[in-house]
T-cell receptor, first 114, second 112 residues
Framework: DAGVIQSPRHEVTEMGQEVTLRCKPISGHNSLFWYRQTMMRGLELLIYFNNNVPIDDSGMPEDRFSAKMPNASFSTLKIQPSEPRDSAVYFC????????????FGSGTRLTVV | QKEVEQNSGPLSVPEGAIASLNCTYSDRGSQSFFWYRQYSGKSPELIMSIYSNGDKEDGRFTAQLNKASQYVSLLIRDSQPSDSATYLCAALNNNAGNMLTFGGGTRLMVKP
């Protein structure tokens, strides 16, 4: 199993530009989570999906952030327009339904907005 | 607000010693508990899970759970410099969705 695959690994963009982060969960995992990690705030859950349906997006900081999961093998997190304070590492994680066995994290996308 | 609390550290131990990492949680409905290890610049990696009161051992790692005290711990025996990382504790309440609540992590430094 290739694990959770995220792309790109690094993204540097200018303030105001649109940024799209991509994630492919582990096959057979029904739940997908988007996290943001910074030194100041630690790991923050942004949104999660069960069976491709968004369940809780209360962690999405602003309307500038949106996430989609068009099918079981692909999800995107979009920031439009991006701002310097969005600079962080964004992790995607997937889990079997129920999360009893914990989450598996992808390698993350390090986003820098200048 | 459901919380998982950890001392941020750093916890410094000499090579070969036992490192003891602690975690408390506020949600009494939490049923499953996990320890993740995160090396600097890397993603969190699941190293232990525990579901019942008592101890669970896996190699040099022992997870301990006390639901009455709402306390979880991770012991690392014979600590090695390669164990230096941030350790994240997480709790899961399946009756409140399947979202893990993470603590802020404890940074462990094992000195040669």
């Amino acid at each position: 199993d290739a694990g959770v695959i995220q792309s790109p690994r690094h993204e540097v963009t200018e303030m105001g530009q649109e940024v799209t982060l991509r994630c492919k969960p582990i096959s057979g995992h029904n739940s997908l989570f988007w996290y943001r990690q910074t030194m100041m705030r630690g790991l923050e859950l942004l949104i999660y999906f069960n069976n491709n349906v968004p369940i809780d997006d209360s962690g999405m900081p602003e309307d500038r952030f949106s996430a989609k999961m068009p099918n079981a093998s692909f999800s995107t997190l979009k920031i439009q327009p991006s701002e310097p304070r969005d600079s962080a590492v964004y992790f995607c994680a997937s889990a079997r339904t129920g999360g009893w066995f914990g989450y598996t994290f992808g390698s993350g996308t390090r986003l820098t907005v200048v | 607000q459901k919380e998982v609390e950890q001392n941020s550290g750093p916890l410094s131990v000499p090579e070969g010693a036992i490192a003891s990492l602690n975690c408390t949680y506020s949600d009494r409905g939490s049923q499953s508990f996990f320890w993740y290890r995160q090396y600097s610049g890397k993603s969190p990696e699941l190293i232990m899970s525990i579901y019942s009161n008592g101890d669970k051992e896996d190699g040099r790692f022992t997870a301990q759970l006390n639901k009455a005290s709402q306390y979880v711990s991770l012991l690392i025996r014979d600590s090695q410099p390669s164990d230096s990382a941030t350790y994240l504790c997480a709790a899961l309440n399946n009756n409140a969705g399947n979202m893990l609540t993470f603590g802020g992590g404890t940074r462990l430094m094992v000195k040669p």
